[in-house]
């Protein structure tokens, strides 16, 4: 009888997790597809004519997006801890979409309201969270640069839809438009869910060690413990005034461009569409600086420019004095998307950074009313040189939060009394 061969030892292997810069570029298009909201404007003029509407009733359409947006979000970041976020992106892919063709059968404005306004708006805002709090786990190592690649893809949005749809709405009108965008956002937002994945618990990629002081120190702050830190409202506060400022000029830059240099219609066009292009740009740059630099120091670059720019375009009378300053704007704008949501994961801690950074975007909503109002109520350029005080005394908060690093966030947070939790802020 022949002798049994001995058994081999087995050997279990764990997977190998999935490509992160596969997953990132999942991220960049579903956020690519959100970012449609910024186009609205096209659809302001055919859709006053089909509801025989004002321009300002259906305007209002993207101003109750924005806000449910911002109560939303922060739902997003807690569902994405809860159920992955898979099935978070997927639903916001539905919602948004359906928001969408429902807008395109909508009987009146109070139908676009509840349709693109409430519906699409909660989609909007679960979606718009997923992709950062997943990818500030995945990528410990370059929070900034990461996040700014994913809300890159938000403010690019509009630069690719706004044509299609333009061109759409000529040739079949608003209606079958709104259809065809919203089955175009169910397939674009839906597909790219499908290659999200959550990292695993405590992932470091290969060859990266994170900083002792960091390791030592962080913890992961609840949303409760957070909103009785002074230091989340610090940052909300940073947040808001960003949103204020470039929200003022993006959201009157055509009518601007026209009156300071008495540009045509199609001059006007162009020069927001550069502004969408800087604002894409600048929130990858403003983010790699971030990891470069630290977030507070980044923040205060951001405001320090926008000052002598907002001052800058005041003055303006030409199409080159009025480019430039508006391009450094819109970058900065752009820039505190993709900065603040990796600053909240370096203050609280990545596990909570969905939730906690979701919740922050209130202030989102806030900067996105307030920086059109203030433009709509005065003079262009009385507004711009209130809005270039505002960032000259805005540099002082990332300048405070320096402060609470250097003599330790425990000490400044006096947060829950049990554990400060205290993170160094970058």
Known sequence: MPPVAAARPRTELAPAPPNRWLIAAAAFCMQLALGSVYGWSV????????????RGAVGLTFTVTLAVVGATAGFGGLLHNRHGPRAVATAAGLLYGAGTLLSGAATGVGGLYLAHGVLGGVGLGLGYIVPLAMLIRWFPDRRGCITGIAVAGFGLGALVTCPIAAAAIGAYGVRATLFGLGAAYFALVVGAAQAFRAAPEGYAPPGWTPAAARTERRQDWSLAEALRSPRWWLLWSILALNVTAGAALLSVAAPLARDFTGADAAAAALFVGALSVFNG??????????????RAPALFGMFALQ???????????????LLVPAAIIATCFGGGFAVMPA???????????GTVYGAMLTAWSAGAIAGPVLIASVPYRTALLVIAAGAAAGAALPLLAWAVERRGAAAADHGPAHDPRAQPVR
């Open 43 to 54: 659809l302001l003029d055919p859709l006053a004519e089909l509801h025989g509407a004002t």
């Open 281 to 294: 740009v600048g929130r990858v740059l403003w983010g790699a600086a971030s990891d470069a630099v630290g």
């Open 307 to 321: 000052a002598f720019a907002f001052a800058a375009l005041a003055s303006a009378a030409d199409a080159a004095a």
């Open 343 to 353: 600053f909240a994961a370096d203050v609280f801690g990545p596990r909570n950074a």
